[in-house]
């Protein structure tokens, strides 16, 4: 499922209008799909300025940690950009 960010921001008011405004509460699914995509983006330009191979690339074997890990460090990030955003109301 491909998102679009207005959409993610549209799901995340919703569920703050619902959980009572508390960004933490947001469920962690709503923002996994962008959360991968900026890891990934991040890795890539990262070992490209390196001159290094992708790091996500599909020729690597998986370590399903060493994922997990990028998506939650990127997870986090997401989260406190949009703290920030909806403390400062800002929302466009």
Do not use: Y
Request: hydrophobic share 35%.
């Amino acid at each position: 499922m491909r998102l679009h960010p207005r959409d993610l921001r549209s799901q995340t008011l919703v569920l703050l209008d619902r959980e009572g405004g508390d960004v933490a509460r947001v469920a962690d699914e709503a923002w996994i799909p962008f959360a991968e995509a900026l890891a990934r983006g991040f890795d890539r330009e990262d070992a490209a300025q390196r001159g290094e191979t992708d790091p996500w690339s599909p020729e690597f074997p998986v370590d399903p940690d060493w994922q997990t890990a990028r998506r939650h460090c990127a997870l986090q990030g997401l989260k406190e950009a949009f703290e920030r955003l909806m403390e400062n109301g800002r929302t466009e």
